[in-house]
């Protein structure tokens, strides 16, 4: 399996506290890895970038960022070259530094003629990866609720997979194709609707999109849960033995294309682009949050928001939490309906309950499609 081979190829025996080199020898491979994606996006810009991101791109910036990645990658694989007996870490992101040094690095000129062809869209992966991992991992290294998990927890890479998949090629399925989707206001909208909400202040029409979002998604979320036939695309999501930020993308296409298309159909009806746009990137955002290893909690804030531990025990395998707290964002919404579960403590136990699915990316894509039976 592919993601073993990555596990066995970074995995080395020697600890990997703070100060044995071990994170300088990460950052270093994630740096130099970043940076030569970064260099490739600007070499083929027609196949690897996507074509609704490109006119936004503050060039400057991103070349300043591309400098920096580079000389990241070769500060922290010299830090960790001294640190730490095995260099295999530092030894990658250094050699990905200086392949996209002498590829042109950030001074690449771009060839400003570009169609509007289909693309890969590499640049989304890259910026996404380091965003969420920017933003998510110190959290879950500062404060986590299970501390001897680690960031490189068992079946880390099953999950960079999938985070792959949700960005890379099927573009159909990505975040960004939902963006040329919300053209389709101008075909759905509901125009009394649109003009009744116009009105309201911009910051009430958010909140408001993330209601209707949520009431949607606990419907649909639902029945992936008490559809059988639905269930088995959704059970890949709750196959996670151990949650954090990136566990969060382990998600079939399926289940992914289903859950978005029912929050932005009823988006459409009423809600101007900007909101939907916002809406995109807040439910980016805290959905990812509410699958993190982080302890701390707001007694206060947990009552109106849904936070990490509340959507842990949707993922629970113990009988109590078995369908349960459907919403991603209010908890309220599952107090309305009757499947609100929340008590003081953590569940003790995440996984499917006694049920069996395929390991590895590709078993687990095609299974549901054929398999017929669900046991529990
Ligand atoms: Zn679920
Ligand atoms: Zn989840």
Same mark, same amino acid.
């Given at each position: ?12 025996? =020697?600890? $990997? ?14 740096? @130099?890895?970043?940076?030569?994606? /970064? ?11 996507? *074509? =609704? ?23 922290? @694989?010299?830090?960790?070259? +001294? ?8 030894? $990658?992101?250094?050699?990905?530094? +200086? ?62 997979? %999938? ?13 960004? !194709? ?5 053209? /389709?206001?101008? &075909? ?29 998604? &606990? ?15 959704? /059970? !890949? ?15 079939? #296409?399926?289940?992914?294309?289903? !859950? ?10 009423? #809600? ?10 807040? !439910? $980016?955002?805290?959905? $990812? ?30 009988? =109590? ?15 309305? #309906?009757?499947? &609100? &579960? %929340? *008590? ?9 309950? @006694? ?22």
């Amino acid at each position: 399996m592919i993601e073993q081979k990555i596990n066995e190829f970074f995995g080395d025996a =020697e600890s $990997t506290g703070f100060g044995t080199g071990w994170w300088s020898g990460i950052l270093s491979a994630f740096f @130099g890895f970043l940076s030569f994606g /970064a260099v490739l996006c600007l070499h083929f810009p027609q196949l690897l970038t996507s *074509p =609704e991101l490109r006119p936004h791109y503050p060039m400057h910036i991103m070349r300043v960022l591309i400098q920096c990645l580079i000389v990241g990658a070769i500060l922290f @694989g010299i830090i960790a070259s +001294i640190l730490r007996k095995k260099k295999i870490l530092a030894l $990658t992101g250094t050699l990905f530094a +200086i392949a996209a040094t002498a590829l042109g690095g950030s001074s690449v000129r771009i060839n400003p003629n570009l169609g509007n062809g289909p693309a890969i869209g590499m640049d989304w992966f890259l910026l996404d990866m380091l965003l969420m991992a920017i933003i998510y991992v110190p959290l879950e290294r500062l404060w986590p609720q299970y501390p001897e998990q680690g960031t490189f927890r068992n079946e880390w890479t099953l999950d960079v997979v %999938y985070f792959m998949s949700t960005h890379f090629p099927i573009q159909v399925l990505s975040f960004l !194709v939902l963006l040329p989707a919300t053209q /389709a206001v101008k &075909y759905l909208g509901v125009p009394v609707l649109q003009h009744l909400i116009a009105h309201i202040p911009w910051l009430f029409q958010f909140l408001l999109a993330i209601v209707v979002a949520d009431v949607a998604e &606990y419907f649909i979320h639902l029945a992936l849960h008490k559809v059988p036939f639905l269930w088995r695309f959704h /059970a !890949v999501h709750h196959s996670s033995k151990a949650l954090d930020w990136i566990a969060g993308s382990r998600s079939h #296409f399926v289940d992914d294309t289903l !859950v978005r298309g029912f929050i932005l159909v009823p988006l459409m009806l009423g #809600f101007s682009q900007s909101i939907i746009f916002a809406y995109l990137i807040f !439910v $980016t955002l805290h959905a $990812t949050w509410t699958h993190c290893n982080f302890g701390p909690n707001a007694k206060w804030l947990e009552q109106f928001l849904v936070m990490p531990r509340y959507h842990h025990w949707h993922h629970t395998s113990q009988k =109590e939490g078995i369908d349960k707290n459907f919403a991603i964002h209010f908890p309220w919404i599952d107090k309305l #309906f009757g499947t &609100y &579960y %929340y *008590p003081d403590e953590w569940p003790q136990r995440y996984g499917l309950d @006694g049920e069996e699915i395929a390991r590895g990316f590709v078993g687990q894509t095609i299974a549901p499609f054929t398999k017929r039976k669900r046991t529990s």
